[in-house]
């Protein structure tokens, strides 16, 4: 699962659920290492990757596309908020609570 926070309309994914690019590694892990990085409005090398709300639709789209896929599974794919932090209805298919 990914752990995320969020703050000011920014989506953030912790660096340490994020996943790895790996020269030679799977396909479709590597499309989807790309397939994030694409859409995302910040990602440092070592740190964590930020998504406006402008691309949260589309971040939904993409992990439930992943999911439903059958070559990753849900663990790799749902986002983990905090209680604390109310899930967006456009990531609801996608979220759950930590």
């Known amino acids: 699962m990914r752990v995320v926070a969020l703050q000011d309309d920014i989506l953030c994914i912790h660096q340490d659920d994020l996943p790895p690019y790996k ?7 590597n499309s989807y290492f790309w397939a994030l990085k694409s859409i995302a409005c910040y ?20 992990l439930m596309a992943f999911t439903t896929s059958g070559y990753l599974g849900s663990s790799e794919t749902t986002l983990e908020f905090p209680e604390a932090i109310t899930i967006p209805d456009s990531l609801r298919a996608v979220a759950t609570y930590l």
């Open 23 to 29: 020269k030679g590694g799977s396909v479709v892990r």
């Open 43 to 62: 990602t440092p090398r070592q740190g964590d990757w930020e998504f406006d709300r402008v691309v949260w639709v589309a971040l939904g789209r993409m």
